[in-house]
């Protein structure tokens, strides 16, 4: 008789050895999970050199780990990575399969969904099970006013990416006895189309966002490389931090750490200054603890309007300039 898709799998994701966060979380939230589905949960850890960390994952939650070591795994390969998660799930038949929502979990997901051809909710931000005992998967949608619940009745596993910081994980505890399954990993170097040769840590910001008492953020309405040399301008100028929204990153014009809103940082400084930026739910989201929130934007129209405390319709680009040039005029004059 085949095997029936039961219990939680979960993906850990390491790097340079140590678990991320969220791979801890999503053991937590499997367990409240299991509680009602029944069966085990179960994780998948993927490197080289880490079997000693299957230890921790099981104290965290883990009644099996399934690893894969391999020297070629140094790395996360995706293509490797995909290839043995995937086989892994149609081996083991977890009702449920979690994914952190990172860059490497938004990279793993859909291509391990599209090989098992089952449905992927992306940047889920609560997770239950409904009285059916299908995976009811929350997420913003519409701009993020409305919160959608996303079901995959039909086809298994359930599998959802989950944002850092979203669920729980469970009090470590290192008397949890569980199984460690090696798995039996070969990689021909052929498999590897694309090959990640080299993994570097960033340097922290010297003031992160979260940390700023005031951000002055960009958005799409001035998103080039002049205008957020200006932005850095104007924050050094006010001893702040730069901030912006999803397509200036996707732009490259900030990093990862300087997103703001739902799936990036939520920030509560003295004051926020966004310039070009429209207002949009999983924006503003992040910014609603400001003390105060100032925008300039073009259009009088914009949503971001309806949240300021000081709003200002005007071209950002023309404002920006000579806002430096008079805060350094000041800034003179206070210094003869
Ligand atoms: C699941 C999901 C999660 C998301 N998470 C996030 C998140 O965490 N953070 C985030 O920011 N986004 C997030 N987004 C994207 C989000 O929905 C919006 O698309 C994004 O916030 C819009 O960014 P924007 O305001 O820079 O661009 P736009 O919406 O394009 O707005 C640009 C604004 O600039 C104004 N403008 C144009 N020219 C000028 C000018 N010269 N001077 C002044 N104003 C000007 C325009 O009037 C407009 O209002 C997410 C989306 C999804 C689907």
């Not at 230890?55 to 995909?82: M, N, R, W």
């Not at 969904?113 to 997420?139: F, N």
């Not at 732009?251 to 750490?257: A, P, R, S, V, W």
Request: charged residues 25%; glycine residues 10%; aromatic residues 6%.
């Amino acid at each position: 008789m085949p095997k029936e898709w039961k219990g939680i799998m979960t993906f850990t994701e390491q790097r340079f050895g140590q678990i991320e966060e969220v791979s801890l979380e999503l053991l937590g939230g499997a367990r409240t999970l299991a509680e009602k589905t029944g069966g085990d949960v179960s994780t998948f850890l993927i490197g080289h050199n880490i079997k000693n960390l299957a230890k921790e994952l099981i104290a965290y939650g883990a009644d099996k780990v399934f690893v894969a070591d391999h020297p070629s795994l140094t790395y996360y390969q995706s293509d490797a990575c995909t290839k043995i998660f995937t086989n892994l799930i149609h081996e083991q038949k977890p009702d449920i399969v979690l994914i952190g929502a990172t860059s490497i979990g938004m990279d793993l997901a859909p291509r391990v969904a599209a090989k098992l051809q089952t449905g992927l909710s992306a940047h889920v931000v609560k997770l239950e099970i409904g009285p059916d005992g299908i995976l009811r998967q929350i997420v913003p949608g519409f701009g993020g006013n409305v919160m959608a619940v996303v079901t995959c009745p039909e086809k298994r596993p359930q599998m959802a990416t989950v944002r850092p910081g979203i669920l729980k994980k469970i009090a470590k505890d290192e008397s949890r006895q569980g199984e460690i399954i090696e798995l039996d990993v070969k990689i021909s170097e052929e498999e590897l189309k694309a090959k990640t040769l080299e993994m570097k840590i960033e340097p922290p910001p010297e003031l992160p966002i979260e940390k700023a008492e005031i951000v002055i953020a960009g958005g799409w309405g001035i998103c080039d490389k002049e205008c957020f040399n200006m932005l850095k301008e104007l924050a050094k100028l006010l001893g702040g931090a730069v901030g912006g929204t999803r397509p200036v990153l996707d732009e490259d014009l900030i990093k990862e750490d300087q997103m703001i809103g739902q799936s990036g940082k939520i920030i509560a400084p003295k004051v926020y200054i966004g310039f070009g930026i429209s207002g949009e739910m999983h924006h503003v989201v992040g910014i609603l603890d400001s003390d105060t929130i100032i925008a300039i934007n073009i259009d009088s129209k914009a949503p971001i309007f309806d949240f300021v405390d000081y709003g200002v319709i005007g071209d950002a680009k023309e404002i920006l300039p000579r806002l430096i040039k008079k805060l350094k005029e000041k800034l003179e004059r206070k210094q003869c």
